[in-house]
Antibody, heavy 120, light 107 residues
Framework: EVQLLDSGGGLVQPGGSLRLSCVAS????????LTWVRQAPGKGLEWVST????????FYADSVRGRFTISRDSFKNTLYLQMNSLRAEDTAVYYC?????????????WGQGTLVTVSS | EIVLTQSPATLSLSPGERATLSCRAS??????LAWYQQKPGQAPRLLIY???NRATGIPARFSGSGSGTDFTLTISSLEPEDFAVYYC?????????FGQGTRLEIK
């Protein structure tokens, strides 16, 4: 069974940093693209970033490019999102999601989400 | 950026009725469109991918159709557990975008 366990969220001040993690199990980690999607309180879904199965290619939403970095560690079966220069508008539940082996951006499996609150 | 517009924003129906949800793209996404269901406090769940393919474990009452710019999610006979928010999502062109959602509520 595919499982994705998100963690690392919390309260951070504007301008601060946070690193989210997503531990994966139940599939061959290195064969799938992985993505972060966020959802602000009471709002819809927003794609944040995607990393290829090899980790060699990354994509970012304009709203986070230059501030967030997606990465993956195949030894630890873990996806990361390093978030710097955080803003109030980054407040959201962040979900990691697994795509297909060739269709990275059909999100077949999701983590439970981790809440990031940016506030002073 | 491709904008996905979902309609209606809210749909009020009774169990047993047929639900038809629409998603319109600002430019062609071919068949690269997915539908997700989200219930309160839960992560989204993939229902339909590539416009018309049901994801694993999704009941046959859910079906998707369309291509290009106009897409439809149909629930043939609503069950109590189907009342939720539904999102469409395109993967044809970066950045990946989602529609704003349709809330399906019990009438």
């Amino acid at each position: 069974e595919v499982q994705l366990l998100d963690s690392g969220g919390g309260l951070v001040q504007p301008g601060g940093s946070l690193r989210l993690s997503c531990v994966a199990s139940g599939f061959t980690f290195s064969s799938y693209g992985l993505t972060w999607v966020r959802q602000a309180p009471g709002k819809g879904l927003e794609w944040v970033s995607t990393i290829s199965s090899s980790g060699g290619t990354t994509f970012y939403a304009d709203s986070v490019r230059g501030r967030f970095t997606i990465s993956r560690d195949s030894f630890k079966n873990t996806l990361y999102l390093q978030m710097n220069s955080l803003r109030a508008e980054d407040t959201a539940v962040y979900y990691c999601a697994r795509g297909g082996s060739t269709d990275y951006n059909n999100y077949y499996s999701w983590g439970q989400g981790t809440l990031v609150t940016v506030s002073s | 950026e491709i904008v996905l517009t979902q309609s209606p924003a809210t749909l009020s129906l009774s169990p047993g009725e047929r639900a038809t949800l629409s998603c319109r793209a600002s430019q062609s996404v071919s068949s690269s469109l997915a539908w997700y269901q989200q219930k309160p406090g839960q992560a989204p769940r993939l229902l339909i991918y590539d416009a018309s393919n049901r994801a694993t474990g999704i009941p046959a009452r859910f079906s998707g159709s369309g291509s290009g710019t106009d897409f439809t999610l149909t629930i043939s006979s609503l069950e109590p557990e189907d009342f939720a928010v539904y999102y469409c999502q395109q993967r044809r062109i970066w950045p990946i975008t989602f529609g704003q959602g349709t809330r399906l509520e019990i009438k």
